[in-house]
């Protein structure tokens, strides 16, 4: 059975320890998804994504280049240093496959495609789809879509292993679609607005948030198959460009970063 071992309940004990650590700082200031009823504690979610991270990693095609993890990691961290997860740990991971995609799951864990780095022009439109997908995670949206699927008792009993069916049925949707769950209109506008404020308080232009997304609704009629699954699971339509947008405009982006050579040094490794 799932976790029943003294090594992995050890090694769970230390991460509850250290979350729980880590929120007490966190929930002073929970902000985010206000009105918005989750019951799946953080040390649940938490623990879920370790065990989630566990098996994904046996069942995705993942990179190991440690210098493009490490660039990675160092974006994903400068933007979640911005959210009010920021004491928690965050891990980003790189799945090799063409298809441009990227998905955060429970526990702060998010994974970009190698499809997305090549199909990312630039450092701002790469960390336009990290910040949303990080925004998902800080509004915790997809403990949120689980509850309303399953029931809080069957969440909440996923790491204790006392729900192996779902925990297999959760675990191969991510693995089969590139995402846990699909998002509503208003979880979708809700990630765009925080990620454009963490993009520009951590220095990157959110323009390119607009500009990304721009150019997956061009490759959706000029190449439908390597946005499937981001358009499955991600409605993206003309008005949430022009809310980014907007929302844009009202910042002094002049010494916002749209390049830098980490980010064409990433596409030389692992991009097209
Ligand atoms: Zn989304």
Same mark, same amino acid.
């Given at each position: 059975?799932?976790?029943?071992?003294?090594?992995?309940?050890?090694?769970?004990?230390?991460?509850?320890?250290?979350?729980?650590?880590?929120?007490?700082?966190?929930?002073?200031?929970?902000?985010?998804?206000q009105?918005?009823?989750?019951?799946?504690?953080?040390?649940?979610e938490w623990?879920?994504?370790q065990?989630?991270?566990?098996?994904l990693a046996?069942?995705?095609?993942?990179?190991?280049?440690?210098?493009?993890?490490?660039?990675?990691?160092?974006?994903?961290?400068?933007?979640?240093?911005q959210?009010?997860?920021?004491?928690?740990?965050?891990?980003?991971?790189?799945?090799?496959?063409?298809?441009?995609?990227?998905?955060n799951?429970?526990?702060?864990?998010?994974?970009?495609?190698?499809?997305?780095?090549?199909?990312?022009?630039?450092?701002?439109? =790469?960390?336009?789809?990290?910040?949303? !997908?990080?925004?998902?995670?800080?509004? %915790?949206?997809?403990?949120e @879509?689980?509850? /309303? $699927?399953y029931g809080?008792?069957?969440?909440?009993?996923?790491?204790?292993?006392?729900?192996?069916?779902?925990?297999?049925?959760?675990?191969?949707?991510?693995?089969?679609?590139?995402?846990?769950?699909?998002?509503?209109?208003?979880?979708?506008?809700?990630?765009?607005r925080?990620?454009?404020?963490?993009?520009?308080?951590?220095?990157y232009?959110?323009?390119?948030?607009?500009?990304?997304?721009?150019?997956?609704?061009?490759?959706?009629?000029?190449?439908?198959?390597?946005?499937?699954?981001? =358009?499955?699971?991600?409605?993206?339509? !003309?008005d949430?460009?022009?809310?980014? %947008?907007?929302?844009?405009? @009202?910042?002094? /982006? $002049?010494r916002?970063?749209?390049?830098?050579?980490?980010?064409?040094?990433?596409?030389?490794?692992?991009?097209?």
């Open positions: 059975m799932r976790n029943r071992n003294p090594k992995a309940i050890a090694a769970l004990a230390a991460t509850a320890l250290a979350v729980a650590l880590a929120l007490t700082a966190a929930c002073t200031s929970s902000g985010v998804n009105g918005q009823l989750n019951l799946v504690s953080l040390e649940q623990q879920l994504g065990q989630l991270e566990r098996d046996k069942q995705l095609r993942l990179v190991n280049d440690r210098s493009a993890l490490a660039y990675v990691n160092q974006v994903g961290q400068r933007i979640v240093s959210t009010e997860m920021r004491n928690l740990p965050w891990k980003f991971h790189i799945v090799a496959d063409k298809e441009i995609n990227a998905f799951i429970p526990g702060g864990h998010v994974y970009v495609n190698t499809g997305l780095i090549g199909a990312a022009d630039n450092v701002a439109e =790469f960390t336009g789809v990290l910040a949303h !997908e990080i925004s998902h995670g800080v509004s %915790r949206h997809g403990t @879509q689980l509850t /309303r $699927s809080l008792s069957i969440v909440a009993g996923l790491v204790l292993g006392e729900n192996p069916a779902v925990y297999q049925q959760i675990l191969a949707q991510i693995v089969g679609t590139g995402t846990l769950a699909k998002f509503s209109r208003s979880a979708e506008s809700e990630a765009d925080l990620g454009v404020a963490y993009m520009a308080r951590a220095g232009d959110p323009i390119g948030m607009a500009t990304m997304f721009e150019e997956l609704l061009q490759r959706r009629r000029s190449q439908p198959g390597a946005v499937a699954q981001f =358009f499955a699971t991600h409605p993206l339509t !003309e949430r460009i022009r809310a980014v %947008r907007a929302q844009a405009a @009202q910042i002094d /982006r $002049s916002l970063a749209s390049r830098d050579s980490g980010y064409q040094n990433l596409r030389q490794r692992v991009g097209p």
